[in-house]
């Protein structure tokens, strides 16, 4: 004991010497950031989901000053945007010098600066570029934070590819698969996404990854993030060559014994889903055709892949056990790892996705779909009857950076996220090094089931240590406030914990407090570890299912969210976002419910007391953690996102919700929007807006003047009926807000084009297409229709394409064209495709629309009034193009209304 004893103070006194070690000292704050033409406050905001991007220019840079007396040793960048060509430039006697070339490596980078105090990051290119930027730091010298990410390269060889369709996907259908095979066993996970979705969702990915231990960068493709619904719509959106190719090189490339991929059905539909089950299976098959994808052959090889599972798949079924505490997740289970990951994925935090192993889509089932080395006898491991070699490091060399909570820019984790972070509030570090008798394997693994201890305490100064190496066999631990963070087991261990000297009042020091193993010892024992490593996640799920957003990664909103002025976005000249604006609550009287008709792409909720369904969209990043309540929308006030650069424009109430993106196809140089909308029925109403409602059929304006004089949020075309007046044709049914202007209407006819089917949207707020004749003016109007659009074909009724699409020749040429739809009474589509654009957009034909409309969901939709009338607005603003059209004119068609919804006083109706 006496041996043992002396040991430890030896220990000691080393720890104490290297407790001195320097803490890298956060100066961002401190220094002057600037850029040319455009302010820097959002570059160090405290939130990796808002951006910063500086004025298109050639040679565009941010700038740094470091305060007096100070250098900066490190520079810590989460790009949105890698940049192609850029360097880090020091001033040095008054002339720029290149310091870094950069090497766009990895979307979170951290640079070596070595001592400068006047710097600039610069766009090299020689073209006007911008620089899209989510956060920065630097530091001074000494020991960076450990939220600071340090990536390795991919690893070469992969014992399991891991075939994601989307960030976080790795996490809810996967589970443990990457804390327990690729961190806790030591083995080569290689995670690879078809797309990233989105800038914010890149970085949320990267901090996922990184708090389960993840060191190596990850695979990220660049496929467009889309919905759809169907096998053949996926590979509609994704090209199935292009997908081939993709996924038969990453097997050809990093060799995986096992790939790992999606449920054929998509989960809960996801045709991007089906499409990477379906490819991941065809291409592991063929990755030894040296005639499949010959180019990735030619490069890398071929390779037989061994084993193929799939989510969910029915053959030969395996249920994986995802709940064993494992030592480098420091207790959790994978299952814990996983859901604390998903966690740090804060745009996702309204969706009613979570990670569980009971639910429909357990992230612990998987079938064994294709084997070249037989079934699986045993179960429960994916490598069963494959030998591999555990990497070079263990799993805690491998993760010698503890695990942490992945803020980009100086964000300390809450309290929410605290089993996954290695940093107290207060920004110190808690460090353990364990010590004890030697014990079988079993109880190794658990520091808190010793049976006896004894304490002692002595004061240490403040600082974070490093491995020991020499004395007793030891190792180290990264003690958060929830629990522990990185342990290495060894034998005769015995306990000694760090912890900040509050006793003093000056909280400069440390507190060692030894804990030593003896038999007749003290029997009483410290708060079970895993006690806390679950309360902040239990407290987390407790948050969503009452409603309340847990944000782990962002600081907590200041409940006076008034104060916060709106940020204007200079170029739109829109407001980005205005917070909490005095308006009504979300509740309304109970309505008539009807028969709810769901989207494929979500389970949706609704609540007694109001009638509006699940806002089942993404946020803009900006906005991210904006309170919502437990439908998606608003908890309060009024937010609003306008970036033509990212085509996305996006507002939110706590009674509507619209999305609306631009989305581009180079391969078919095809341009199209497609907008979301989701509201509250007994508030808003998606409608008629009529110019002049006294003389509906006489003024013609551009249709952005009529959503600016009338404040609508958004807007598109109509039917355009006003065109066929005084011509010898048909009209068509034409009613608005109650009102029949026009009732004779053509027999239905298949092939003429339009043929002036219906779309009738009643005061319920459900919606419904019709032959051009199927019913009177009378019908419509008893029945409760407040508007009925004359135009078509109807592209889907019932749920069921309009059988004579393919009948109608005029819809079969490329054109600029527009639909709408319904997918549930409160949640409608719009869809418009710009044409006639040279090298931007060709156009589609009314097949495009309807397969668009079919993927999202609609139970309903009517092909619109296209060419030069199809036009969308946001805001009181036109955002979409016209094409040349009769002697090169690009203005829209003058029109005398528009169909739209909502209505906000932050649009001013006098503005020029």
């Given at each position: 004991?006496?041996?043992?004893?002396a040991?430890?103070?030896?220990?000691?006194?080393?720890?104490?010497?290297?407790?001195?070690?320097?803490?890298?000292?956060?100066?961002?704050?401190?220094?002057?950031?600037?850029?040319?033409?455009?302010?820097?406050?959002?570059?160090?905001?405290?939130?990796?989901?808002?951006?910063?991007?500086?004025?298109?220019?050639?040679?565009?840079?941010?700038?740094?000053?470091t305060?007096?007396?100070?250098?900066?040793?490190?520079?810590?960048?989460?790009?949105?945007?890698?940049?192609?060509?850029?360097?880090i430039?020091a001033?040095?006697?008054?002339?720029?010098?290149?310091?870094?070339?950069?090497?766009?490596?990895?979307?979170h980078?951290?640079?070596?600066?070595?001592?400068?105090?006047?710097?600039?990051?610069?766009?090299?290119?020689?073209?006007?570029?911008?620089?899209?930027?989510?956060?920065?730091?630097?530091?001074?010298?000494g020991?960076?934070?450990?939220?600071?990410?340090?990536?390795?390269?991919?690893?070469?060889?992969?014992?399991?590819?891991?075939?994601?369709?989307?960030?976080?996907?790795?996490l809810?259908?996967?589970g443990?698969?990457?804390?327990?095979?690729?961190?806790?066993?030591?083995?080569?996970?290689?995670?690879?996404?078809?797309?990233?979705?989105n800038?914010?969702?890149?970085?949320?990915?990267?901090?996922?990854?990184?708090?389960?231990?993840?060191?190596?960068?990850?695979?990220?493709?660049?496929?467009?993030?889309?919905y759809?619904?169907?096998?053949?719509?996926?590979?509609?959106r994704?090209k199935?060559?292009?997908?081939?190719?993709?996924?038969?090189?990453?097997?050809?490339?990093?060799?995986p014994?096992?790939?790992?991929?999606?449920?054929?059905?998509?989960?809960?539909?996801?045709?991007?889903?089906?499409?990477?089950?379906?490819?991941?299976?065809?291409?592991?098959?063929?990755?030894?055709?040296?005639?499949?994808?010959?180019?990735?052959?030619?490069?890398?090889?071929t390779?037989?892949?061994?084993?193929?599972?799939?989510?969910?798949?029915?053959?030969?079924?395996?249920?994986?056990?995802?709940r064993?505490?494992?030592?480098?997740?420091?207790?959790?289970?994978?299952?814990?790892?996983?859901d604390?990951?998903?966690?740090?994925?804060?745009?996702?935090?309204?969706?009613?996705?979570?990670v569980?192993?009971?639910?429909?889509?357990?992230?612990?089932?998987?079938?064994?779909?294709?084997?070249t080395?037989?079934?699986?006898?045993?179960?429960?491991?994916f490598?069963?009857?494959?030998?591999v070699?555990?990497?070079?490091?263990?799993?805690?060399?491998a993760?010698?950076?503890?695990?942490?909570?992945?803020?980009?820019?100086?964000v300390?984790?809450?309290?929410a996220?605290?089993?996954?972070?290695?940093?107290?509030?207060?920004?110190?570090?808690?460090?353990?090094?364990?010590?004890?008798?030697?014990?079988?394997?079993?109880?190794?693994?658990?520091?808190?089931?010793?049976?006896?201890?004894?304490?002692?305490?002595l004061?240490?100064?403040?600082?974070?240590?490093?491995?020991?190496?020499?004395?007793?066999?030891?190792?180290?631990?990264?003690?958060?406030?929830a629990?522990?963070?990185?342990?290495?087991e060894?034998?005769?261990?015995?306990?000694?914990?760090?912890?900040?000297?509050?006793?003093?009042?000056?909280?400069?020091?440390m507190?060692?407090?030894?804990?030593?193993?003896?038999?007749?010892?003290?029997?009483?024992?410290?708060?079970?570890?895993?006690?806390?490593?679950?309360?902040?996640?239990?407290?987390?799920?407790?948050?969503?299912?009452?409603?309340?957003?847990?944000?782990?990664?962002?600081p907590?909103?200041?409940?006076d969210?008034?104060?916060?002025?709106?940020?204007?976005?200079?170029?739109?000249?829109?407001?980005?976002?205005?917070?909490?604006?005095?308006?009504?609550?979300?509740a309304?009287?109970?309505?008539?419910?009807?028969?709810?008709?769901?989207?494929?792409?979500?389970?949706?909720?609704?609540?007694e007391?109001?009638?509006?369904?699940?806002?089942?969209?993404?946020?803009?990043?900006?906005?991210?953690?904006?309170?919502?309540?437990?439908?998606?929308?608003?908890?309060?006030?009024?937010?609003?996102?306008?970036?033509?650069?990212?085509?996305?424009?996006?507002?939110?109430?706590?009674?509507?919700?619209?999305?609306?993106?631009?989305?581009?196809?180079?391969?078919?140089?095809?341009?199209?929007?497609?907008?979301?909308?989701?509201?509250?029925?007994?508030?808003e109403?998606?409608?008629?807006?009529?110019?002049?409602?006294?003389?509906?059929?006489?003024?013609?304006?551009?249709?952005?003047?009529?959503?600016?004089?009338?404040?609508?949020?958004?807007?598109?075309?109509?039917?355009?009926?006003?065109?066929?007046?005084?011509?010898k044709?048909?009209?068509?049914?034409?009613?608005?807000?109650?009102?029949?202007?026009?009732?004779?209407?053509?027999?239905?006819?298949?092939?003429?084009?339009?043929?002036?089917?219906?779309?009738?949207?009643?005061?319920?707020?459900?919606?419904?297409?019709?032959?051009?004749?199927?019913?009177?003016?009378?019908?419509?109007?008893?029945?409760g229709?407040?508007?009925?659009?004359?135009?078509?074909?109807?592209?889907?009724?019932?749920?069921?394409?309009?059988?004579?699409?393919?009948?109608?020749?005029?819809?079969?040429?490329?054109?600029?064209?527009?639909a709408?739809?319904?997918?549930?009474?409160?949640?409608?589509?719009?869809?418009?495709?710009?044409?006639?654009?040279?090298?931007v957009?060709?156009?589609?034909?009314?097949?495009?629309?309807?397969?668009?409309?079919?993927?999202?969901?609609?139970?309903?939709?009517?092909?619109?009034?296209?060419?030069?009338?199809?036009?969308?607005?946001?805001?009181?603003?036109?955002?979409?193009?016209?094409?040349?059209?009769?002697?090169?004119?690009?203005?829209?068609?003058?029109?005398?209304?528009?169909?739209?919804?909502?209505?906000?006083d932050?649009i001013?109706?006098?503005?020029?």
């Amino acid at each position: 004991m006496k041996k043992l004893i002396a040991g430890i103070f030896l220990c000691l006194l080393l720890f104490m010497n290297m407790a001195c070690a320097e803490i890298a000292e956060d100066l961002t704050s401190q220094c002057r950031i600037t850029s040319a033409g455009k302010g820097t406050e959002s570059v160090h905001d405290g939130l990796y989901t808002s951006f910063w991007r500086n004025r298109e220019m050639k040679n565009g840079y941010l700038e740094f000053e470091t305060p007096e007396g100070k250098s900066a040793r490190w520079l810590y960048i989460c790009f949105g945007e890698e940049p192609q060509y850029w360097e880090i430039q020091a001033e040095r006697g008054g002339q720029w010098e290149t310091i870094i070339v950069g090497e766009m490596r990895y979307a979170h980078t951290l640079l070596d600066l070595g001592a400068v105090t006047h710097f600039r990051l610069i766009d090299t290119s020689g073209k006007k570029a911008q620089f899209k930027i989510n956060e920065v730091s630097v530091f001074g010298d000494g020991e960076l934070p450990d939220w600071v990410q340090v990536w390795q390269p991919t690893q070469d060889k992969a014992d399991i590819l891991l075939l994601a369709a989307h960030p976080d996907d790795e996490l809810l259908f996967f589970g443990g698969t990457i804390p327990d095979y690729g961190v806790e066993r030591g083995l080569s996970v290689v995670v690879a996404y078809m797309s990233y979705s989105n800038t914010t969702r890149k970085s949320e990915l990267l901090n996922g990854l990184w708090s389960m231990g993840v060191r190596n960068y990850p695979v990220i493709g660049t496929f467009h993030d889309t919905y759809s619904g169907t096998l053949e719509d996926g590979y509609h959106r994704w090209k199935q060559k292009d997908v081939d190719t993709f996924i038969t090189g990453l097997i050809r490339r990093y060799r995986p014994e096992v790939v790992l991929s999606h449920d054929v059905n998509g989960e809960y539909g996801h045709g991007a889903h089906k499409v990477c089950a379906d490819a991941a299976l065809r291409c592991s098959m063929n990755a030894s055709d040296p005639t499949f994808c010959p180019d990735s052959a030619q490069i890398y090889g071929t390779w037989d892949v061994k084993k193929v599972y799939l989510h969910l798949a029915k053959e030969q079924p395996i249920h994986m056990n995802w709940r064993v505490p494992l030592a480098s997740q420091n207790g959790r289970t994978g299952l814990e790892a996983a859901d604390a990951a998903y966690r740090l994925h804060v745009t996702q935090a309204t969706t009613h996705f979570v990670v569980s192993d009971e639910d429909k889509n357990s992230c612990a089932d998987f079938g064994l779909v294709y084997s070249t080395v037989g079934p699986d006898i045993e179960g429960g491991d994916f490598l069963e009857h494959i030998e591999v070699t555990t990497a070079d490091l263990s799993p805690t060399d491998a993760n010698e950076k503890p695990a942490t909570v992945a803020n980009t820019g100086n964000v300390q984790p809450t309290d929410a996220a605290a089993d996954a972070a290695q940093m107290e509030p207060s920004g110190r570090a808690k460090v353990v090094l364990v010590m004890e008798p030697a014990a079988d394997e079993s109880s190794a693994t658990d520091t808190s089931n010793t049976d006896t201890k004894q304490e002692t305490a002595l004061s240490t100064n403040d600082g974070v240590l490093a491995r020991i190496e020499s004395g007793p066999s030891v190792s180290l631990q990264t003690e958060t406030a929830a629990g522990t963070d990185e342990t290495t087991e060894q034998p005769n261990q015995a306990l000694i914990t760090f912890t900040p000297d509050t006793a003093s009042g000056t909280g400069s020091g440390m507190t060692a407090k030894i804990i030593t193993t003896d038999e007749t010892a003290s029997a009483d024992e410290p708060e079970d570890e895993q006690d806390q490593t679950e309360g902040p996640d239990q407290q987390a799920q407790t948050d969503q299912a009452d409603g309340t957003q847990q944000q782990p990664d962002v600081p907590a909103a200041s409940d006076d969210t008034t104060s916060q002025p709106a940020q204007m976005d200079a170029a739109a000249g829109l407001p980005i976002a205005v917070l909490e604006t005095a308006t009504e609550d979300g509740a309304g009287k109970a309505g008539p419910q009807k028969e709810r008709i769901t989207s494929p792409s979500a389970v949706r909720t609704s609540s007694e007391t109001t009638r509006k369904p699940y806002a089942d969209v993404a946020w803009p990043a900006d906005l991210a953690d904006v309170p919502k309540d437990e439908l998606g929308y608003a908890a309060s006030g009024e937010w609003v996102h306008a970036d033509d650069t990212e085509g996305l424009w996006f507002y939110a109430t706590a009674t509507l919700v619209v999305r609306v993106e631009r989305i581009f196809d180079p391969v078919e140089v095809l341009t199209w929007y497609e907008a979301h909308i989701f509201c509250d029925l007994d508030r808003e109403r998606f409608g008629s807006i009529l110019y002049d409602p006294d003389k509906p059929q006489n003024k013609h304006v551009q249709a952005k003047l009529i959503a600016k004089e009338n404040q609508v949020v958004f807007g598109m075309n109509t039917d355009y009926y006003t065109y066929r007046l005084g011509r010898k044709t048909m009209i068509g049914m034409v009613i608005r807000d109650g009102r029949v202007f026009f009732d004779r209407v053509p027999e239905a006819n298949r092939r003429q084009f339009p043929n002036l089917d219906t779309l009738a949207m009643y005061d319920d707020g459900h919606w419904a297409v019709y032959r051009s004749d199927e019913r009177l003016a009378s019908e419509y109007i008893a029945d409760g229709a407040i508007d009925v659009w004359s135009f078509g074909p109807y592209l889907i009724r019932d749920g069921e394409y309009n059988p004579f699409l393919k009948e109608m020749k005029n819809g079969f040429t490329p054109q600029p064209r527009c639909a709408i739809g319904m997918v549930e009474p409160g949640h409608y589509y719009a869809i418009l495709a710009e044409g006639r654009i040279k090298n931007v957009s060709v156009g589609v034909d009314i097949q495009f629309l309807a397969d668009h409309a079919m993927a999202v969901g609609c139970k309903e939709a009517l092909n619109l009034d296209g060419g030069q009338t199809a036009v969308m607005c946001f805001m009181g603003q036109q955002i979409t193009r016209i094409g040349k059209y009769n002697g090169g004119n690009t203005s829209p068609r003058a029109t005398t209304e528009l169909m739209g919804i909502g209505h906000s006083d932050l649009i001013d109706p006098n503005t020029k």
